[in-house]
């Protein structure tokens, strides 16, 4: 651990997770808005399913922990949606099992503390056509991924997250909205581009920003490590206030709510 404390935000998941601190990617725009204000912790593992993540919750998230996340960003279900394998194989979930394992995993997550908050993330679209042509990975393997499948299970998220008053972001919806979602929101046919991480972003921020926690995990509502002024800040025009560095990221050309 280095200090100062920060407030502490967990990104746990599969690949969508994993990538996320790739160019562009939502994780490490959330770092690069937080920075001073939290930290952004990576726990994103490839190809994982919620039946594999349900089996190391105790040590990713141990309840004995001296301190707990503030807040944690769960997504589970591309991999869980995937059809079946003839084999018996293979990363698919049944949807009910699905569902319990989400269960299992807020309910681990809820019982950290009183203050840690939790958002849950559904599956993204796919790209069909690009995914399943001849020499990609999932023709290759046999495995079936599509659009529907990727509803059913986002849908179920949603309406688990209702039943457990968790907070939940439905970006199957707020990509399939975007014009040409297809072409510039998807990078190779599953994974988010930099703009469909952007669109990520933006609905993480408008949850953050609605939600009613007590102290705000919004970026703007957080203080600000070591924001006092000082003699090394810039001096202004009229030689008496000075302007501390750490408020610029206040007046960038991009604006996040």
Known sequence: MVGPARPQIVLFGSSIVQMSFSNDGWGATLADIYARKADIVLRGYNGWNSRRA???????FPKDAASQPSLIIAYFGGNDSMGPHSSGLGPHVPLPEYIE??????????????????IFL??????????????????????????????????????????????VI???????????????????????????????????????????????????????EFSEDSEYDVISIDGKTTLNPSDWTLHREIQWD
């Not at 299992?104 to 939790?118: E, F, P, V, Y």
């Not at 581009?193 to 703007?220: C, D, F, N, T, Y």
């Open 54 to 60: 349900v089996k190391i919750l105790d040590q990713i």
């Open 101 to 118: 394992n989400m269960r299992k995993i807020a309910t681990h997550l809820q019982g950290l503390s009183d203050t840690t908050r939790i």
């Open 170 to 224: 439905d970006i199957w919806t707020a990509l399939r909205k975007q014009d040409d979602w297809l072409t510039y929101f998807i990078k190779d046919g599953i994974h988010l581009s930099g703009a469909g991480s952007k669109i990520v972003v933006e609905e993480i921020l408008k949850v953050l920003k609605e939600a009613e926690w007590k102290p705000s995990l919004h970026w703007k509502s957080m203080p600000t």
């Open 122 to 167: 559904t599956c993204p679209p796919v790209d069909e056509v690009r995914i399943h042509e001849p020499g990609s990975i999932l023709s290759e393997f046999g495995l079936v991924r599509t659009n529907e499948l990727c509803r059913i299970y986002s849908e179920a998220c949603i309406e688990l997250c209702n039943e457990m008053g968790i907070k």
